[in-house]
């Protein structure tokens, strides 16, 4: 008997050869984010302010338990980048929680877009948060968490982010956290941020240095508008 065409659907179909299977895939994605990350560095070294992603261990330390987080409470990441943090929040998240990154290069926002379904991503600048969440009809947050280079961002930028946390954190139990790497911890730019939030805010903790994060990085927590 003869086959017919188009009858036989074959169960297990060979491996296209030039195309990445779904594992290798996962398995490449910290190299080529360590590349597109370096890329943008190059063209952009005081917004991205980093060589590499950071880690998944300095990632946990600054994101914390979000076990209190309540339903319909939102975080907000600011400069998830290629999304090392915005991955441990997507596990650690609780359900019917709230979810809005800021990040404000093109091609980092269009990759965490494909990369993160479900979560939202706005283009822009932190410092427009109150904006922003206004815009979207969002309330104020309940968790902050910063992956922004503060030492080498330029003054004007770094004061109105500090600006919009203040706002953020106003009559509320919301904390900030964000990180400085051990190196950069001294100088002068990295001293006058924390000098700006000592200003501004009651509480301060300081966790680590995280020393398998590449390179070692202390994580800043504030909290309690002054
Ligand atoms: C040091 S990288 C950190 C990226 C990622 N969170 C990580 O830890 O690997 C800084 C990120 O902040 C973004 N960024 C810089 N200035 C920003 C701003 N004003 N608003 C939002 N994102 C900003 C950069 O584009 C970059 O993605």
Redo the contacts with the bound molecule.
């Keep these: 008997m003869s086959e017919r065409q188009g009858d036989h659907v074959d169960p297990s179909p060979e491996p296209t050869p030039d195309l990445p299977s779904p594992e290798q895939d996962k398995k490449r994605r910290p190299i080529r984010d360590s590349f597109d990350?370096f890329s943008?560095f190059l063209k952009?070294p005081t917004?991205?302010?980093?060589v590499l992603?950071?880690s998944r261990f300095?990632?946990r330390a600054l994101v914390g338990s979000l076990k209190h987080i309540q339903e319909g409470e939102l975080v907000v990441e600011?400069?998830?980048?290629?999304g090392?943090?915005t991955a441990v929040i997507k596990e650690r998240l609780p359900r019917n929680a709230r979810y809005l990154g800021?990040?404000?290069?093109s091609e980092?926002h269009e990759l965490l877009c494909g990369r993160f379904s479900g979560m939202d991503f706005h283009l822009?600048?932190?410092?427009d948060v109150k904006q922003i969440l206004a815009g979207r009809g969002l309330p104020r947050p309940a968790r902050i968490i910063s992956?922004?280079?503060f030492a080498s961002?330029p003054i004007p930028?770094q004061d109105s982010?500090v600006d919009g946390l203040v706002w953020a954190l106003e009559d509320s139990q919301c904390d900030f956290r964000t990180f400085q790497y051990a190196h950069a911890y001294g100088m002068k730019s990295a001293r006058r941020f924390r000098a700006r939030m000592s200003e501004r805010f009651e509480h301060f903790e300081r966790i680590g240095p995280i020393v398998r994060n590449v390179p070692p990085a202390f994580v800043l927590r504030y909290r309690g508008v002054k």
Aim: hydrophobic letters at 40%.
């Design positions: 990350f943008n952009n917004s991205v302010g980093a992603p950071s300095l990632s600011y400069g998830p980048g290629t090392p943090m800021i990040e404000l290069q980092f822009g600048s932190a410092s992956g922004l280079p961002l930028v982010v």
